[in-house]
C-alpha cells in the first residue's frame, strides 16, 4: 500500500482516510436519503434501478451488498427472494436502513433467510466471512470511499463463489462535452451549498464530489478488477460514464 491515498483533494495517510470517511458518513447519515434525491434530482434512484436489473438477483441466492450503507440495493434486491446481507463499516448508516427496512415491512433477522435482510459492520478490506461463501458481491458508490481499493476488491473475490459475481455502480466521468463542463460547475458549487442547506454540513458534500473526482477512470477501474482475480469484466456507462455499472465474474 503507498504512503498517502487521497481524502477528496487531499493526500493523507491510509488511517487518516478511514477515520475521516468515517466521520463523513456518520455526519450524513440521517439525512443521506434526502440529500441523494435532491442532488441527484432523483435519478440516484433510476441508476439503482438498472444496476439490480444488471445483477439479475435470484430467489435462493445468497447475496453481499458491501458499504450497503442505509440499505437502497438491499430493498430492491430483497424482492426477489434472494437473502441479502447488508454491510457497512458505519454503524449510523447501517441504523437508519434498519429503520427505513422495519418502514417498508421488510424483515430483518441475525440469519440469511429469502427476503429478508442481515444487517451487518464490516470493513470491505476486511471480511469475516469464510472463502466461497456468497452467489453475488454489489457495492454502490462504496468503493471510492475504501482507503485500499485493491484489497477490498481481492476480499470481494475471495467470499464469492466459483461462478459468482461481482457489481460495482460508481461515479465516474461523463465524456459528452458540454455535459461534462455543466456537471463540474454544479457539482462543485451547488453540491456543497445543497450540503449545507439540507444537512447542515457543506464540508461531508464538498469531499463526497472530491472523491468522485479523484475516483480512476473506467479504464483504469477495470484493470483493477481484472487484476483481483475477476474474468469477463465489463463496465457499462450512464448519462455518457457519469455513473457506470462494472461487473466481472469469478470462475
Ligand atoms: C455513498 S454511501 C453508499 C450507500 C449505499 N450503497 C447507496 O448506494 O445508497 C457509501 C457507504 O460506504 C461505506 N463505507 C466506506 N468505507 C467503507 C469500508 N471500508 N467498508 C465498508 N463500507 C464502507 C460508508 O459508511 C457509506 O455507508
Known amino acids: 500500500m503507498t504512503d498517502t491515498v487521497s481524502f477528496g483533494y487531499e493526500d493523507v495517510a491510509p488511517e487518516e482516510k478511514t477515520r475521516r470517511v468515517g466521520e463523513v458518513f456518520s455526519s450524513v447519515a440521517s439525512k443521506y436519503d434526502l440529500m441523494n434525491d435532491a442532488m441527484s434530482g432523483g435519478l440516484h ?61 421488510i424483515a430483518s433477522g441475525r440469519e440469511p433467510d429469502a427476503g429478508s435482510l442481515v444487517w451487518s459492520e464490516a470493513n470491505a478490506e476486511q471480511l469475516q466471512w469464510p472463502d466461497r461463501f456468497f452467489d453475488a458481491y454489489t457495492i454502490a458508490f462504496g468503493i471510492r470511499n475504501v482507503t485500499d481499493i485493491p484489497r477490498a476488491l481481492r476480499e470481494a473475490h475471495r467470499v464469492l463463489k466459483r461462478g459468482g459475481r461481482l457489481f460495482v455502480l460508481e461515479f465516474s466521468t461523463t465524456q459528452w462535452p458540454g455535459f461534462a463542463e455543466a456537471y463540474d460547475a454544479y457539482s462543485h458549487h451547488l453540491v456543497p451549498r445543497l450540503g449545507q442547506l439540507l444537512a447542515g454540513d457543506a464540508d461531508s458534500y464538498r469531499y463526497l464530489v472530491e472523491s468522485i473526482r479523484r475516483f480512476p477512470p473506467m479504464p483504469e477501474f477495470e484493470r483493477m478488477i481484472r487484476e483481483a482475480g475477476f474474468t469477463q469484466t465489463k463496465v457499462e456507462p450512464l448519462l455518457g460514464g457519469l455513473v457506470a455499472i462494472h461487473s466481472g465474474w469469478k470462475i
Open 45 to 105: 434512484r433510476l441508476w439503482k434501478d438498472k444496476f439490480v436489473r444488471r445483477v439479475k438477483p435470484r430467489a435462493g441466492e445468497h447475496i453481499l451488498d458491501m458499504a450497503g450503507g442505509t440499505g437502497d440495493i438491499a430493498f430492491r434486491m430483497a424482492r426477489s427472494g434472494a437473502s441479502i446481507t447488508v454491510a457497512d463499516i458505519n454503524p449510523e448508516m447501517l441504523a437508519v436502513g434498519i429503520e427505513r427496512a422495519a418502514e417498508r415491512g
